[in-house]
């Protein structure tokens, strides 16, 4: 019996949002973190992957069959998928390789002591938003009014809405904050925003958004749209401007957690860690089909460009 113990595989749930491919570099970031801490899949450490495929009602379901298989650990991100995870166990441990706010999520009471069984890292992206607006006025120097994609069922979302409202006010930009809770809802939002007049738009972070971010990108550029994004991925599809936390480095740092709680620690004694790398992308192409040069003050400040 205790043989038996000793050569145990430890079993992580990935519970993610969006389909294989789409979430193939955070997944990728996250087995590297895991190899980098000397844990190899398929040797002593397995991954049971579940995909909501971008159908975000799907992930309570996909959350008890985790529970159901008792894996030892849960790995999740974005809001979505940590409120499915937290409904469905209170006792097996969930690590958040990304989440916006955790305590205006209500998935954590405070970030030096999470308490529960929820640890991880934030993104906290309500504090930086304001510089989405700084950007792309910079890049864009015509923009009037621009028009923000919201999710009204992303608790973040109202913080992103209070910051851009200031920041608008300070750079002489008006918001336009239209409502697309879902994928069907986007060439509603895209026709709002013609009819708005708006000259830019901004993508805050979101599960929805993310898991279509191709089509999103697509909407944009046949609106000829400047649009910056609150991430980098929105980047490489073909978006103008991404600003904010790096995915991949937040997924490579959850492994971290999975180790400690797999050597013992309990997740409620993990401080919630904020991600302090921050990185700026931009699309080149894009911005010449646009008819924009990107300000050589915008341009030194770029970690990635796509040419």
Known sequence: MEAQAATRVPRIGLLMGGT?????PLSDAFRQGLRDLGYVEGQNISIERRFAEGKLERLPDLAAELVRLKVDVIVVAAAPAIRAAKQATSTIPIVMAAVADPIEEG?????????????GITALAVGYSAKWLELLKEAA????????????????HAGYRRELQAAGRVLRVTPQFLEAPGPEEFEGAFAAMAKG????????PDAVTFAHRSRIVELA???????????REFVEVGGLMGYGSSLPDMFRRAAT???KILKGAKPGDLPIEQ?????????????????LTIPQTVLIRADHVIQ
Request: glycine share 6%; no cysteine.
């Open 20 to 24: 294989p491919s789409s979430t193939a």
């Open 107 to 119: 998935f954590v009471p405070s970030l030096a002591r999470p308490a529960g069984n929820i640890t």
């Open 141 to 156: 120097p015509r923009i009037r009014r621009v028009a923000v994609l919201m999710n009204p069922s992303n608790p973040s």
């Open 197 to 204: 007049r708006a000259g830019g738009l901004i993508v805050p």
């Open 221 to 231: 550029a046949k609106s000829r749209l400047p649009a910056m994004y609150g991430l």
């Open 257 to 259: 957690y999975v180790d």
């Open 275 to 291: 991600t302090s790398r921050f990185e700026l992308a931009l699309n080149l192409k894009t911005a010449k089909a646009l008819g």
